[in-house]
C-alpha cells in the first residue's frame, strides 16, 4: 500500500521532474538532453549482462575501478552504466568511451521499468552506495533479477530518516540480494533497519581502490614548472558554494604568511566555474582558468574548470583541502589525495566519509579542520610552514590506502557468481 502512495505522488510529480530538469538545463545544458531515456525509451542496448547504476561523478569514480576490474576478467559479458546527472554521463564516457552502454536511469514509475527491464533485462543490477528505488525494486524481484547494492554506506542521519518511512524501506531492503557494505559500522545500521544478515557482506571501500596512473605523478610536475615549481600549492577539492569564497577570503592573509602562495580551486559542479572565477576576480584577486592556459608567476588563484582531471591537479598540490566538508553537505572522498601521498585536510561536515575519516585520522594521513574562517586560517597556515609534517602525512596516507585495497576484487568475485559465470 505504501509503494502504491508513493507511485501516484511520483506520477503526479512528474510534470514538476521534468520542468526542473529543464530549469537546470538553463546552467547545464545536459539536463535538456536525451529527456527520453527518463522514460525508458532507449536506442541500441547490450543485454544480459552486468547493469551498474553510479548516480553522479562521485559515484561513478568510486565504481570505475569495479567496472574495469570485472571488464578485464569477463570481457565477453556486456556492461551497462546509467547514471542521474549528466556530469556523471560525462564521466562514463570519459573513463569507458563505446566499451559500456550508457544511458540515464529512467524514473521509478512501473510502466517505465516494465519497458526499461524488457529491452535491457540484466542478469545482475549493481547499485553504487546508497540510491535504493521502490518500484525498480519490486520490478527487478518481479523478472528474477538480483540486485546487490555495493560499497554501500549508511550514516546514523541518513539510517534514521529511512526508519521513519519504514513502510517503503523494509519491502526494498528485503529485495536485495545483497549489501556489500564499506564496514561493519554502516553494515549494523542495515540490520537494524531490517535486512536479513544472511543478505550482508563487509567488502571495505572500493574508493581505497582508486588506480594511480604511471604517468600522473610526471603530469603534475608538469603543471608546477607551469604555476611555479618553488610555489606552494593549496588545493580545494570538490569545492560547493561558499566553500571558495571562504577561501579566498582568507587568501590575502595565507599569501602573506606563505609568499608566492597558488590556491588550486577544483569546483565539483561545472556550472560554478564562471561563478567562482568571478568571485576572485572581484577580490581583486589575480585569477587564472585551466580552460584558457593564462596562468603566469602573477597567479594567484587558478581555477580549474575541467572535468576528470582530479587526480592530475591533486598531483600538483602541496596541501589538499576536500570540499564539502566546510558546510553541511556531509564531505566528499579524502582517499584521493591520500593515496598520492599528499598531506590532506577534511572539514568537520564528513558524514558521508566518517568511518574512512576516522581511520585516516587513526592513521596519522588526515586532519580535521574548522570550518570558522579564523581557526581555518590558522591551521592552513599552519601545515603550509611545515614541509615535514605534510610529507609524513602524505606518507601515511599511502600506507592506509594500500592496507585497504581488495574490495574491487570482492565485488568481482560477488558479481561473477551473481551472473553465474
Given at each position: 500500500?505504501?509503494?502504491?502512495?508513493?507511485?501516484?505522488?511520483?506520477?503526479?510529480?512528474?510534470?514538476?521532474?521534468?520542468?526542473?530538469?529543464?530549469?537546470?538545463?538553463?546552467?547545464?545544458?545536459?539536463?535538456?538532453?536525451?529527456?527520453?531515456?527518463?522514460?525508458?525509451?532507449?536506442?541500441?542496448?547490450?543485454?544480459?549482462?552486468?547493469?551498474?547504476?553510479a548516480v553522479?561523478?562521485?559515484?561513478?569514480?568510486?565504481?570505475?575501478?569495479?567496472?574495469?576490474?570485472?571488464?578485464?576478467?569477463?570481457?565477453?559479458?556486456?556492461?551497462?552504466?546509467?547514471?542521474?546527472?549528466?556530469?556523471?554521463?560525462?564521466?562514463?564516457?570519459?573513463?569507458?568511451?563505446?566499451?559500456?552502454?550508457?544511458?540515464?536511469?529512467?524514473?521509478?514509475?512501473?510502466?517505465?521499468?516494465?519497458?526499461?527491464?524488457?529491452?535491457?533485462?540484466?542478469?545482475?543490477?549493481?547499485?553504487?552506495?546508497?540510491?535504493?528505488?521502490?518500484?525498480?525494486?519490486?520490478?527487478?524481484?518481479?523478472?528474477?533479477?538480483?540486485?546487490?547494492?555495493?560499497?554501500?554506506?549508511?550514516?546514523?542521519?541518513?539510517?534514521?530518516?529511512?526508519?521513519?518511512?519504514?513502510?517503503?524501506?523494509?519491502?526494498?531492503?528485503?529485495?536485495?540480494?545483497?549489501?556489500?557494505?564499506?564496514?561493519?559500522?554502516?553494515?549494523?545500521?542495515?540490520?537494524?533497519?531490517?535486512?536479513?544478515?544472511?543478505?550482508?557482506?563487509?567488502?571495505?571501500?572500493?574508493?581505497?581502490?582508486?588506480?594511480?596512473?604511471?604517468?600522473?605523478?610526471?603530469?603534475?610536475?608538469?603543471?608546477?614548472?607551469?604555476?611555479?615549481?618553488?610555489?606552494?600549492?593549496?588545493?580545494?577539492?570538490?569545492?560547493?558554494?561558499?566553500?571558495?569564497?571562504?577561501?579566498?577570503?582568507?587568501?590575502?592573509?595565507?599569501?602573506?604568511?606563505?609568499?608566492?602562495?597558488?590556491?588550486?580551486?577544483?569546483?565539483?559542479?561545472?556550472?560554478?566555474?564562471?561563478?567562482?572565477?568571478?568571485?576572485?576576480?572581484?577580490?581583486?584577486?589575480?585569477?587564472?582558468?585551466?580552460?584558457?592556459?593564462?596562468?603566469?608567476?602573477?597567479?594567484?588563484?587558478?581555477?580549474?574548470?575541467?572535468?576528470?582531471?582530479?587526480?592530475?591537479?591533486?598531483?600538483?598540490?602541496?596541501?589538499?583541502?576536500?570540499?564539502?566538508?566546510?558546510?553541511?553537505?556531509?564531505?566528499?572522498?579524502?582517499?584521493?589525495?591520500?593515496?598520492?601521498?599528499?598531506?590532506?585536510?577534511?572539514?568537520?561536515?564528513?558524514?558521508?566519509f566518517a568511518?574512512?575519516?576516522?581511520?585516516?585520522?587513526?592513521?596519522?594521513?588526515?586532519?580535521?579542520?574548522?570550518?570558522?574562517?579564523?581557526?581555518?586560517?590558522?591551521?592552513?597556515?599552519?601545515?603550509?610552514?611545515?614541509?615535514?609534517?605534510?610529507?609524513?602525512?602524505?606518507?601515511?596516507?599511502?600506507?592506509?590506502?594500500?592496507?585497504?585495497?581488495?574490495?574491487?576484487?570482492?565485488?568481482?568475485q560477488l558479481?561473477?557468481?551473481?551472473?553465474?559465470?
Amino acid at each position: 500500500m505504501a509503494r502504491f502512495f508513493y507511485t501516484l505522488i511520483y506520477s503526479l510529480f512528474i510534470p514538476l521532474i521534468v520542468a526542473r530538469l529543464w530549469w537546470r538545463g538553463r546552467l547545464n545544458p545536459g539536463y535538456r538532453q536525451r529527456i527520453a531515456e527518463r522514460f525508458g525509451l532507449i536506442g541500441d542496448v547490450r543485454p544480459n549482462g552486468l547493469w551498474v547504476h553510479a548516480v553522479s561523478v562521485g559515484e561513478t569514480l568510486a565504481a570505475a575501478p569495479f567496472i574495469a576490474d570485472f571488464r578485464a576478467h569477463y570481457p565477453d559479458v556486456p556492461v551497462t552504466v546509467t547514471t542521474t546527472t549528466p556530469t556523471g554521463s560525462d564521466q562514463v564516457r570519459r573513463l569507458f568511451g563505446d566499451d559500456v552502454f550508457h544511458v540515464f536511469l529512467p524514473y521509478d514509475l512501473p510502466w517505465i521499468w516494465q519497458r526499461f527491464l524488457k529491452r535491457l533485462a540484466p542478469g545482475l543490477l549493481v547499485v553504487m552506495e546508497t540510491e535504493l528505488w521502490p518500484n525498480l525494486l519490486a520490478a527487478c524481484e518481479r523478472r528474477n533479477i538480483p540486485v546487490m547494492l555495493a560499497n554501500a554506506r549508511l550514516s546514523e542521519k541518513s539510517a534514521r530518516g529511512y526508519a521513519k518511512f519504514s513502510a517503503l524501506t523494509a519491502p526494498m531492503l528485503k529485495r536485495l540480494s545483497l549489501v556489500a557494505v564499506q564496514n561493519a559500522t554502516d553494515g549494523q545500521r542495515f540490520l537494524s533497519l531490517g535486512l536479513s544478515e544472511s543478505r550482508l557482506e563487509v567488502t571495505g571501500s572500493v574508493k581505497f581502490d582508486v588506480q594511480i596512473g604511471a604517468d600522473i605523478e610526471q603530469q603534475g610536475l608538469g603543471l608546477r614548472q607551469q604555476w611555479g615549481e618553488q610555489r606552494s600549492v593549496l588545493a580545494l577539492a570538490s569545492s560547493h558554494a561558499g566553500e571558495d569564497e571562504l577561501l579566498l577570503d582568507l587568501y590575502p592573509q595565507l599569501q602573506q604568511a606563505c609568499p608566492g602562495l597558488l590556491l588550486l580551486l577544483i569546483p565539483r559542479h561545472p556550472e560554478r566555474f564562471d561563478a567562482v572565477a568571478a568571485a576572485a576576480q572581484q577580490r581583486g584577486i589575480a585569477v587564472a582558468r585551466r580552460s584558457l592556459g593564462n596562468v603566469s608567476a602573477d597567479t594567484q588563484v587558478y581555477v580549474a574548470d575541467s572535468m576528470g582531471e582530479m587526480l592530475l591537479l591533486l598531483a600538483a598540490a602541496d596541501l589538499v583541502l576536500v570540499g564539502g566538508s566546510l558546510i553541511p553537505h556531509g564531505g566528499h572522498n579524502p582517499i584521493e589525495p591520500a593515496a598520492l601521498g599528499k598531506a590532506t585536510l577534511l572539514g568537520p561536515h564528513h558524514m558521508n566519509f566518517a568511518v574512512i575519516a576516522d581511520e585516516l585520522v587513526q592513521r596519522g594521513a588526515l586532519q580535521i579542520v574548522s570550518d570558522q574562517a579564523e581557526q581555518l586560517q590558522e591551521q592552513l597556515q599552519g601545515y603550509l610552514s611545515d614541509s615535514e609534517a605534510r610529507q609524513k602525512m602524505g606518507r601515511a596516507g599511502l600506507q592506509a590506502v594500500a592496507d585497504n585495497r581488495g574490495a574491487v576484487s570482492r565485488l568481482t568475485q560477488l558479481s561473477a557468481a551473481f551472473l553465474k559465470i
